[in-house]
């Protein structure tokens, strides 16, 4: 919270109906924490699927071809070895896979594992 502005705070107040001052603006935090892992956060989960959905469309236009359409019902963050995975698919199955790597970075995987070939 502390990262947005202080009009931007002060709708997020209301809309949570909290007073401004109940916010504050110095939390953050413990050092060595992480994100919290995508079974314990459905924000977390939205988050990285909407990082992965960029990245994919990003290196789209970098490489020139033309992007399959990501059906963000299917698509889903999955676990695997402690590790999480945005998996983003279509109606055909997996476009691609992309893991979360050091410090919170997606990484792009040319292979993944069997069990993400389900349908979400």
């Given at each position: 919270m502390a990262s947005l502005p202080y009009g931007l705070r002060a709708a997020v107040a209301r809309i949570l109906n909290r007073d401004l001052a109940e916010i504050s603006t110095s939390e953050s935090p413990p050092a060595g924490d992480r994100l919290p892992r995508p079974d314990e956060s459905d924000l977390y989960a939205d988050r990285m699927l909407l990082r992965a959905r960029s990245a994919y469309l990003r290196r789209a236009d970098r490489e020139g071809f033309t992007p399959d359409v990501v059906d963000r019902a299917s698509?889903?963050?999955?676990?695997?070895?402690?590790?999480?995975?945005?998996?983003?698919?279509?109606?055909?199955?997996?476009?691609?896979?992309?893991?979360?790597?050091?410090?919170?970075?997606?990484?792009?995987?040319?292979?993944?594992?069997?069990?993400?070939?389900?349908?979400?």
């Open positions: 698509s889903t963050v999955e676990i695997d070895k402690g590790i999480g995975y945005a998996v983003l698919r279509n109606s055909d199955g997996v476009i691609t896979v992309y893991r979360e790597g050091e410090a919170g970075k997606l990484v792009r995987r040319k292979t993944w594992p069997a069990a993400f070939d389900h349908p979400g």
